[in-house]
């Protein structure tokens, strides 16, 4: 089983400021098949990006995502008031579809 | 658009069972897997399963394996999950959500139900 490690656990930013988030696997995630959710509280989660680098539809641009191999990085811009969020990294590699802990953006 | 509607909270006793609903519409119903996440309270994402729309094939995360079977009704576009001899640590959010490649599983989903609260508690 691929188990994802994200960090930081919480990231607080204010509006305007750019996001980094990690995501580390303990073993390559072949293909670069990881995706990224959001999710709100109360709400179900959200796909913003799969295959790694390729923004699911209706996601804004200010998203981007790198990596490959074990390390994944999710890129947000320039924070806008909606995007404070839980953020989990997903691969679909390998069976068992693993999730990370998740990386909370907090509005500081 | 693309919409699935899942069946609404339930309270079972350790032991029992659940059956979650998951109506899709918006879409050809047949063309998509399904997959089954889950989400206790105040924590992460738990991947439990896909079944194929089209086949009715089945991948089980072995965490669940014995406990989970998920199924599908195509003449409803329904996608059900059923988890028995429930524990209080089953108590989580349970998931749907629509595959993102038509034919072929992907692992990545998108659009995703509203949830179902399931509590077990004596």
């Known amino acids: 089983e691929i188990v994802l490690t994200q960090s930081p656990g919480t990231l607080s930013l204010s509006p305007g400021e750019r996001a980094t988030l990690s995501c580390r696997a303990s073993?390559?995630?072949?293909?670069?098949?990881l995706a990224w959710y959001q999710q709100k509280p109360g709400q179900a989660p959200r796909l913003v990006i799969y295959?790694?680098?390729s923004r699911a539809a209706g996601i804004p641009v200010r998203f981007s995502g790198s990596g490959s191999g074990t390390d994944f990085t999710l890129t947000i811009s320039r924070l806008e008031p909606e995007d404070f969020a839980v953020y989990y990294c997903?691969?679909?590699?390998?069976?068992?579809?693993?999730f990370g802990g998740g990386t909370k953006v907090e509005i500081k | 658009q693309v919409q699935l509607v899942q069946s609404g909270a339930e309270v079972k006793k350790p032991g029992s069972s659940v059956k979650v609903s998951c109506k899709a519409s918006?879409?050809?119903?047949?063309?998509?897997?399904i997959t089954w996440v889950r989400q206790a309270p105040g924590q992460g994402l738990q991947w439990m399963g896909w079944?194929?729309?089209?086949?009715?094939?089945?991948d089980y995360a072995q965490n669940f394996q014995g406990r989970v079977t998920m199924t599908t009704d195509t003449s409803t576009s329904t996608a059900y999950m059923e988890l028995r001899s429930l524990r209080s640590d089953d108590t989580a959010v349970y998931y749907c959500?629509?595959?993102?490649?038509?034919?072929?599983?992907?692992?990545?989903?998108?659009?995703w139900g509203q949830g179902t609260l399931v509590t077990v508690s004596s």
């Open positions: 295959a790694a680098s």
């Open positions: 959500a629509r595959d993102s490649n038509p034919y072929s599983y992907s692992g990545y989903a998108g659009p």
């Open positions: 079944i194929s729309a089209y086949s009715g094939n089945t």
């Open positions: 918006g879409y050809i119903f047949t063309s998509y897997s």
């Open positions: 073993q390559s995630v072949s293909n670069s098949y």
């Open positions: 997903q691969q679909y590699a390998s069976s068992p579809l693993t």
